[in-house]
């Protein structure tokens, strides 16, 4: 089984600085999906971004960026110029390439914005 | 609707009794899932709909577990004989197709007692 580790519990981040965040995963699959979701309090999980393992480019969405290491499984995230509506937990997923949208989750961390 | 709609918003229940939750996916969304969270951890898929069938049931943690989707919308995950360790936030979400982008609703946070 797939197994998704996030290591860093809280992060925390001046306002309109950058904060990254860490995740690595085991897989013995050469294609895969990888995922970054955002959990507020609200509890409803939203894709931030998303990146094909087939791909050798870094995903970005706006101030979102992965860095997307193959070789060592290593998928981080750099949230710049953050906000104060990022703050949030965040959660690294993997999926099969193939199938259905099983995800496994990390830990998560916790992103807390300092005004 | 919108959006996933998840009711009850909060559950509290005691050690024993049986409680129903229920998932009302985006209209259209052919693929739904159930996945379950607890304190401090990521969620856990439970069970995945393809239209009304269970296609992949595996990640139903006891025969206490049980869902259905019976008109391939609406989905209910029913719990037997609650126990304690099943306080969780059970999150629910749907997707255009097998592998679509999933969306996910606000959850339905159960307390047993």
């Known amino acids: 089984a797939q197994t998704v580790t996030q290591s860093q519990p809280e992060m925390s981040v001046q306002e309109a600085e950058t904060v990254t965040l860490s995740c690595t995963y085991d897989?013995?699959?050469?294609?895969?999906?990888l995922f970054w979701y955002k959990q507020p309090p609200s509890r409803q999980m939203i894709l931030v971004i998303r990146?094909?393992?087939?791909?050798?480019q870094n995903a970005t969405e706006n101030r979102f960026s992965v860095n997307f290491q193959k070789a060592a499984k290593s998928f981080s995230l750099k949230i710049s110029d953050s906000q104060l509506g990022d703050a949030a937990m965040y959660f690294c997923?993997?999926?099969?390439?193939?199938?259905?949208?099983?995800?496994?989750f990390g830990k998560g961390n916790q992103v807390v914005v300092i005004p | 609707g919108a959006g996933v709609s998840q009711t009850p918003s909060n559950k509290v229940t005691e050690k024993g009794k049986y409680v129903e939750l229920r998932c009302d996916p985006i209209?259209?969304?052919?693929?739904l899932y159930w996945y379950r969270q607890s304190l401090g951890q990521g969620p856990e898929f439970l069970i995945y709909?393809?239209?009304?069938?269970?296609?992949?049931d595996s990640g139903l943690p006891n025969d206490r577990f049980f869902a259905v989707r019976p008109e391939g919308s609406v989905s209910t995950l029913k719990i037997q004989r609650t126990e304690r360790g099943d306080s969780a936030v059970y999150l629910c979400?749907?997707?255009?197709?097998?592998?679509?982008?999933?969306?996910f609703g606000e959850g339905s946070r159960l307390t047993v007692l």
């Open positions: 990146q094909e393992a087939y791909k050798q």
């Open positions: 897989t013995s699959e050469s294609d895969y999906y």
């Open positions: 979400a749907s997707s255009l197709g097998e592998a679509g982008e999933l969306f």
């Open positions: 209209s259209g969304h052919t693929a």
């Open positions: 997923a993997y999926r099969a390439l193939y199938g259905n949208n099983r995800l496994a």
């Open positions: 709909f393809q239209g009304t069938g269970a296609a992949d």
